[in-house]
């Protein structure tokens, strides 16, 4: 079984930067994909980015791309989500989500992960 719990979220201002951990417990080793997504009130859950198998695959939702960064620290047990220039747009309840075997085709898919996180929420004030 694996578990996972997210942290930093917040509120901040437009323009303002917050980053956001994910701690992975259990069996977390081996070929796993790992994701953040969000979703707002209203709205489907949907993809913001994403890490498949290694450090050098990553995925990025467009609304998203030159603002956000994911990483994962050396230990491997720990993602992570650097945001700047947030935008009020931003403002979601972000969930950490792993899924053992993740192949690139599916990194974008809700349906592809079968672990995930309690959420976080992230509000940008304008």
């Known amino acids: 079984q694996v578990q996972l719990v997210e942290s930093g979220g917040g509120l901040v201002q437009s323009g303002g930067s917050l980053r956001l951990s994910c701690a992975a417990s259990g069996r977390t080793f081996g070929r796993v994909g790992m994701a953040w997504f969000r979703q707002s009130p209203g709205k489907e859950r949907e993809f913001v980015a994403g890490?498949?198998?290694?450090?050098?695959?990553?995925y990025y939702a467009d609304s998203v791309k030159g603002r956000f960064t994911i990483s994962r620290d050396n230990a491997r047990v720990t993602l992570y989500l650097q945001m700047n220039s947030l935008k009020p747009e931003d403002t979601a309840v972000y969930y950490c989500?792993?899924?053992?075997?993740?192949?690139?085709?599916?990194?974008?898919?809700?349906?592809?992960?079968?672990?995930w996180g309690q959420g976080t929420q992230v509000t940008v004030s304008s």
């Open positions: 890490m498949v198998r290694n450090e050098i695959s990553t």
């Open positions: 989500a792993l899924a053992p075997g993740l192949i690139q085709s599916s990194v974008r898919r809700v349906d592809a992960y079968d672990y």
